[in-house]
């Protein structure tokens, strides 16, 4: 009912503002970082061998 659309605008608000938040920074860091150890373990498995 009336909470659960206080809840809706509460979540397009987050949505709008998470890339400025905390949270969406560290989402950020950490996909960067997964995808650069992807790569570095891609690389290093393929020149030892």
């Excluded at 909470?3 to 503002?17: E, F, L, P, R, V």
């Excluded at 920074?25 to 995808?35: D, N, Y």
């Amino acid at each position: 009912g009336l909470s659960g659309a206080i809840n809706g605008m509460a979540d397009t608000y987050w949505g709008k503002n998470k890339g400025r938040s905390l949270e969406g920074r560290l989402e950020k860091a950490t996909a960067v970082l997964v995808v650069l150890f992807i790569i570095l373990a891609v690389v290093l498995n393929t020149s030892l061998v």
